[in-house]
Structure formats: C-alpha cells, structure tokens
C-alpha cells in the first residue's frame, strides 16, 4: 500500500465533507436537529480514520528508519565476517556450504561461486571422510561447541592439516538449522596457536573489572572493547525524531565496543548489574590469538543483529511482537514453573522500539496476550512466557 496516496485521498475527501458540514450548520433555514445523524457520523468517521491513517504513516516511517539502522549494524558485523583472519563456513546441518568468507576461500583455493552449494566432505581426504560423516552426523546434536582436527585437501592443490571450531546454530524452538565453522590451518601451529579455554578464562581473571549499575550508560571508546564478564547491557541508537531505537542486548561472554559499529550515535545501557573487562583494540593486533577467541563472540551480536534485521521486515505489529518475545526467549529466557521468564525486564518503550511500533501498540498487544493466557507478569514486573504457548 502507498501509504502517502492513501493519506493525500483521505484528504481530498475529508475537505469537501468538513465543507459541507459546516455549510448545513450555519445556514439559518435548516434547525440543527434536522442534520441528518447519519451524515455527522460519515464526517466523524472520516476526521479519525484521517488521523489513523497520518498515525500508520508516522509508525511506517519510524519502522524504515529502523530497518535502516539494523542494516548498517548488520553489514557492519558481516564485513567482521568476511574479513576475519581466519577462515569461516556457514553450512546446512548436512554440511553443505552456503556461505564463507574469503580466509575461507583461499584456504581451500576455490572461488566462491564454485564453493557456494558443495559438500564439506569433498574437501576431506579419503581416509577421513568415513569418521568425519560420523562426527558430522553428531555435532548438530550437541550443545556445546565442539573441536575437530581433520586433514584437507584444496582444490586442485595440496593437503594440509586444518582445526575446525564447529558451533550449532538453532533457531527459537531449539531445532538446529546450520553450522558454523571456524577453520585454521594448523600446519604451522607456531602461528595458529590459539588461546585455549583455560588460558583465555585466566587471561580475562587477570584483567581489571568496571562496574556498572543497572540503568547507568557505560561509556564507550573507538579504542576499547568491552568483554561482559557478567550482567545484560542493552545497545541503542537514537533516530532523527529523538526516539531510541534498539539494535541488540549484549550479555555474559559477549563483546560490544563503539569500534564495532559504524553508526555515528551508538548508546550502551546496563539493563541489570554488570562487570565489564576492558580489551583495547591495539592489543587485537599484536596479539593474534586473542582477536581469533573474541571472534566468535562477535559472530553472536552479528546473528542477533540480523535476528533483529527480521523481525523489522514483518508487516504485521503482531508477527513482529511475537517473533521478538521467541527472540528474547532464546536470549535472556531462564526457565521457572510456569514457563520461561525474561531475566531482565524491558520497559514497552524498549519492546516497541524493537518493533517498530508505539508504546500504547505494545501495551495493547500485551495485554491482549495476557489476556489470552500466553504471557503473565510476575510481581517483579518480568514478562513470563507461558508453557502452554508453543508459539506466542
């Protein structure tokens, strides 16, 4: 629907209705109670479905400008991606390829166009293809990410020795629905040597702790990476209108930093009590098992940006809500008796910003949900979603 058409015909004929009203009620021949009801109801109906129709436009406008802002953060992380030192693979849970990045690429001496839709076992040596069917046919089983050490060989080109950091991805019901490889070439293991995970626990043990209250803005610097050793920190921006707009929450072993966007108003908020590590950027450089460990950890806000880059292209208010409340579940959901509540609670300010939409929107659909037995609030103000709601 052209919105703006919508609105110029609505006006065109409120005009000649506002006119003509006010033409009945001051002729002198005509006694008021003579007007016809059914015409004031036509021009009353008119003037509000004039007023709904300017209210969708300003909503519309917000939402693109969300979708905008979600985009450049997305685009953003997706450079992290595709430029990452080391080589990544998006695959299906079969292991077919769909997506790499150009470490990658040169890494198994393919161009992407060929490498898009073929089988990571075609690039396994023979005598490992056996055992690496099996490990494949377990990992999307697993919860935790897993490591695997398997001999490759390029196309066209010679063997080499490569380690694969291999994580699940699921979608908000639990199901797995791709892979995520981190692949290394460990033939040289003098310059791939990564942190292991007990020298990378150690290593952010020993580094000095920021605390911050909930509600407190954390500052932020182009220099500085922020690690969450513990607590939820909500990131924002602020649209041309003034109102917030919300990108992403970054909780426990996630990183965020001002260095990691490219927007020009970028805003962290502690939603809950929490204890900041400070990484500084320069020390990414020089140290290449470092930036290696903290890039999956990037890797997650590019998939919860995306998330968000979803749930604004919905049409409806409703499917935007309710793909957010699943989101949120994933994210921030602990389980208690009566379903899964939401660890910290967002304010409908935060809900409709994430939506697109207003506050009284979000107060209304929520109630409706509440209504409806699908969500409750605990006395704490948490959003509860219910266990006998598959789907919201």
């Known amino acids: 629907m052209n919105i703006k058409l919508f609105i110029k015909r609505l006006e065109a004929l409120h005009k000649p209705l506002a006119d003509l009203y006010q033409t009945a009620s001051i002729l002198p021949w005509i006694p008021a109670d003579m007007l016809p009801q059914a015409y004031q109801e036509l021009y009353n109906n008119s003037k509000m ?154 290593f952010i043990q020993n580094r000095p702790r920021y605390k911050y209250s909930k509600g407190e803005t954390i500052p932020l610097n182009n220099s500085v990476v922020w690690y969450i050793f513990q607590g939820l920190v909500k990131l924002s921006t602020f649209c041309e209108t003034g109102e917030e707009v919300l990108l992403g929450l970054a909780k426990t072993q996630m990183v965020f930093g001002s260095g990691m966007t490219s927007l020009s108003i970028y805003q962290a908020t502690a939603l809950s009590d929490v204890e900041l590590v400070p990484i500084y950027v320069s020390e990414l450089l020089v ?20 998330s968000f880059l979803v749930i604004s292209k919905k049409q409806l208010v409703e499917d935007r809500l309710q793909h957010l409340l699943e989101l949120l579940k994933q994210e921030i959901g602990e389980l208690v008796e009566e379903g899964t509540r939401l660890s910290v609670r967002l304010t409908h300010e935060d809900i409709a910003s994430a939506c697109g939409t207003t506050r009284v929107t979000v107060t209304r659909l929520l109630g409706k949900l509440q209504q409806q037995g699908l969500i409750s609030i605990d006395t704490k103000k948490h959003i509860i979603l219910k266990n006998s709601a598959a789907r919201i």
């Open 287 to 306: 140290t290449p098992a470092l930036s290696h460990s903290l890039l999956p950890k990037i890797n997650q806000r590019l998939q919860q940006t995306e």
């Open 49 to 202: 479905l004039q007023l709904a129709a300017e209210e969708l436009y300003q909503q519309n406008e917000a939402l693109k400008e969300t979708q905008n802002l979600l985009e450049t953060e997305r685009q953003h992380y997706q450079d992290l991606f595709e430029y990452a030192p080391d080589g990544y693979l998006v695959t299906n849970k079969e292991g077919i390829i769909q997506n790499a990045n150009i470490a990658a690429i040169k890494l198994l001496n393919i161009s992407k166009q060929f490498l898009i839709g073929k089988a990571m076992i075609n690039f396994v040596c023979l005598e490992a293809r056996q055992h690496f069917r099996q490990e494949l046919n377990q990992i999307y089983q697993a919860d935790r990410t897993k490591e695997l050490f398997i001999r490759l060989q390029q196309r066209h080109g010679e063997y080499f020795d490569a380690a694969f950091t291999v994580r699940v991805i699921r979608n908000p019901e639990g199901n797995a629905i791709n892979l995520l490889w981190l692949l290394r070439n460990i033939g040289d293991r003098q310059q791939t040597e990564l942190i292991s995970a007990e020298s990378y626990s150690e």
